[in-house]
């Protein structure tokens, strides 16, 4: 399976953004995550939702803005990006996890083998 991050840009602050990931293979059997690396800062997780839908989870500083989703038949996980503000504003990865995922481990890039290339979005003030 390989991944194909898409839906980066140029938004305002209080704007919003749909980033999509679409795989070249079934991610039935995937945890999908989204991760972001700010300009001179470390790649941090942002979220991930399991394979089968049933749980996602967030970092504290998208919670209540940002929403990850996933369309099994398209092959295809989403983050739907609201109310952007400028510390948003990095290259946004997407990784996969083939199987379950537990909620401990969401957040270390070492249980993603699968990741795409980035897309970048730039948000003004």
């Known amino acids: 399976v390989q991944l194909q991050a898409s839906g980066g840009g140029l938004v305002q602050a209080g704007d919003s953004l749909r980033l999509s990931c679409e795989a070249s293979?079934?991610?039935?059997?995937?945890?999908l995550g989204w991760f972001r690396r700010a300009p001179g800062k470390e790649r941090e997780h942002v979220s991930t939702i399991t394979w089968n839908g049933v749980r996602t989870d967030y970092a504290d500083s998208v919670k209540g803005r940002f929403t990850i989703s996933r369309d099994n038949e398209k092959n295809t996980v989403y983050l739907q990006m609201n109310s952007l503000k400028p510390e948003d504003t990095a290259t946004y990865y997407c990784?996969?996890?083939?199987?379950?995922?537990?909620?401990?481990?969401?957040?270390?890039?070492?249980?993603?083998?699968?990741w795409g290339q980035g897309t970048l979005v730039t948000v003004s003030s």
């Open positions: 990784a996969a996890h083939r199987g379950p995922l537990s909620q401990i481990y969401v957040a270390n890039e070492e249980e993603y083998r699968i």
């Open positions: 293979g079934r991610i039935t059997n995937y945890s």
